[in-house]
């Protein structure tokens, strides 16, 4: 009959809607917490180091972008060219003042100290004598060498993690994101090329860093085997 | 072998790795990293170690074996590097193996060196071996689980 026809594709029509509908909230709802989590750039030469920091990080529901050199990682923040920053491939005036209004933002950069070719020294030199100046700086080193630390703090680092990291580590770094400005915006670059993992971006469910707190110290202490229904004698 | 006497067994062979100081606190950290997620996490950090290791082990040799003149701040640099990774995971005995190699690297004591860097070589080989039956002791538990 007629009108079961029309209810029908009246009934089709509803459903592809919705279904519009909710594609663009999930879409929003990516970007939101994207924009939500912070963002760490990650500078370590080690494979395995790399590894455990990005399962740290994202442990701790921030996105990760890891590379391996410090090159890479000025690459990444388009410092690489010269001391204007006059980057070829990006648009126009890369003004030092006032960040263009879309893009990426980064809120912490983490990078190893020791690095063949540009130290995580020289590149927290870099990044403070740029206009990511303001986003904090840590570095890791597997050595405690107090002036090698006064050194760094010196220049700006925020912190200085000593090697090999813990859950505990990255955790007292929201202290430190929390002081940063919301978004450090830039030339919006395709960063799907400079990952030298696989992945990168992680949009995690996990609700906004502020709010979330982790148990610390029973977990870490606790040194008994993650089995369930286990006594050990 | 049920389930509950593959964790207990699973349970002992770590306690033993811990007690006699083939891991250190920092595996227990990479664990607690583990969920549902990722559940192979340290067992893909150990594979990628020992993927990684080789390399090293062999530029080492290279860097040391019939060298009139040793370039010792390049044996100690490919050392700091390789005791780095090992620590990452918690591989005591490996670590302290390290140790000992750099500081007769920086004594320039080399056949304190080499002597050292056998012992390391063996270190590094237990351990394998003891992690790739932890690893599949811990397998065989997690299947017996889901059954």
Same mark, same amino acid.
């Given at each position: 009959m007629e009108s079961g026809a029309v209810h029908t594709q009246q009934q089709e029509e509803e459903k592809q809607k919705q279904q519009r509908e909710e594609e663009e909230e999930k879409r929003e709802?990516?970007?939101?917490?994207?924009?939500?989590?912070?963002?760490?750039l990650a500078v370590d030469d080690s494979f395995i180091d790399r590894k455990l920091l990005e399962r740290l990080l994202k442990e701790s529901s921030y996105q990760v972008t890891l590379v391996d050199s410090g090159d890479k990682a000025l690459e990444y923040l388009g410092l690489l060219d010269s001391i204007d920053n006059v980057n070829a491939t990006s648009s126009s005036s890369s003004s030092s003042q006032s960040p263009q209004q879309e893009g990426m933002k980064v809120n912490l950069i983490m990078t190893d100290y020791c690095m063949p070719g540009m130290s995580g020294y020289d590149l927290l030199k870099r990044v403070k004598g740029s206009y990511w100046k303001d986003v904090p700086v840590v570095i890791m080193s597997s050595e405690n060498i107090p002036s090698r630390i006064r050194m760094c703090l010196e220049e700006g680092a925020e912190e200085f993690l000593l090697k090999p990291l813990q859950l505990s580590d990255v955790e007292k770094l929201q202290t430190h994101l929390l002081k940063s400005p919301e978004k450090y915006?830039? $030339?919006? $670059?395709?960063?799907?090329?400079?990952?030298?993992?696989?992945?990168?971006?992680?949009?995690?469910?996990?609700?906004? $860093?502020?709010?979330k707190r982790k148990a610390l110290s029973p977990e870490i202490e606790e040194r008994r085997p993650k089995l369930k229904g286990l006594a050990v004698v | 072998?049920?389930?509950?006497?593959?964790?207990?067994?699973?349970?002992?062979?770590?306690?033993?790795?811990?007690?006699?100081?083939?891991? !250190?606190?920092?595996? *227990?950290?990479?664990?607690d990293l583990q !969920?549902?997620? *990722?559940?192979n996490f340290v067992e893909e950090v150990v594979t990628l170690f020992y993927s990684d290791s080789a390399r090293f082990i062999h530029n080492i040799e290279q860097a040391m074996i019939n060298k009139p003149n040793i !370039?010792?701040?390049?044996l100690d640099d490919y050392m700091h590097q390789f005791k780095g990774s090992s620590s990452s995971f918690g591989a005591k005995k490996v670590k302290k193996e390290c140790s000992q190699f750099r500081e007769c690297c920086s004594a320039g004591n080399i056949e304190g060196c080499i002597k050292t860097f056998r012992?390391?070589?063996?270190?590094?080989?237990?351990?394998?071996?003891?992690l790739e039956t932890y690893f599949q002791l811990?397998?065989?538990?997690?299947?017996?689980?889901?059954?």
């Amino acid at each position: 009959m007629e009108s079961g026809a029309v209810h029908t594709q009246q009934q089709e029509e509803e459903k592809q809607k919705q279904q519009r509908e909710e594609e663009e909230e999930k879409r929003e709802q990516q970007k939101e917490e994207e924009e939500e989590n912070f963002h760490v750039l990650a500078v370590d030469d080690s494979f395995i180091d790399r590894k455990l920091l990005e399962r740290l990080l994202k442990e701790s529901s921030y996105q990760v972008t890891l590379v391996d050199s410090g090159d890479k990682a000025l690459e990444y923040l388009g410092l690489l060219d010269s001391i204007d920053n006059v980057n070829a491939t990006s648009s126009s005036s890369s003004s030092s003042q006032s960040p263009q209004q879309e893009g990426m933002k980064v809120n912490l950069i983490m990078t190893d100290y020791c690095m063949p070719g540009m130290s995580g020294y020289d590149l927290l030199k870099r990044v403070k004598g740029s206009y990511w100046k303001d986003v904090p700086v840590v570095i890791m080193s597997s050595e405690n060498i107090p002036s090698r630390i006064r050194m760094c703090l010196e220049e700006g680092a925020e912190e200085f993690l000593l090697k090999p990291l813990q859950l505990s580590d990255v955790e007292k770094l929201q202290t430190h994101l929390l002081k940063s400005p919301e978004k450090y915006s830039s $030339i919006r $670059i395709d960063d799907s090329s400079f990952n030298t993992e696989s992945s990168s971006v992680t949009v995690s469910s996990k609700s906004n $860093i502020a709010s979330k707190r982790k148990a610390l110290s029973p977990e870490i202490e606790e040194r008994r085997p993650k089995l369930k229904g286990l006594a050990v004698v | 072998m049920d389930r509950k006497q593959l964790q207990y067994q699973v349970a002992c062979m770590r306690k033993s790795l811990f007690d006699q100081g083939y891991l !250190d606190e920092q595996f *227990n950290q990479l664990e607690d990293l583990q !969920d549902e997620a *990722n559940p192979n996490f340290v067992e893909e950090v150990v594979t990628l170690f020992y993927s990684d290791s080789a390399r090293f082990i062999h530029n080492i040799e290279q860097a040391m074996i019939n060298k009139p003149n040793i !370039d010792y701040g390049k044996l100690d640099d490919y050392m700091h590097q390789f005791k780095g990774s090992s620590s990452s995971f918690g591989a005591k005995k490996v670590k302290k193996e390290c140790s000992q190699f750099r500081e007769c690297c920086s004594a320039g004591n080399i056949e304190g060196c080499i002597k050292t860097f056998r012992q390391l070589k063996l270190e590094h080989a237990t351990l394998k071996r003891k992690l790739e039956t932890y690893f599949q002791l811990v397998k065989q538990a997690g299947i017996a689980e889901r059954r």
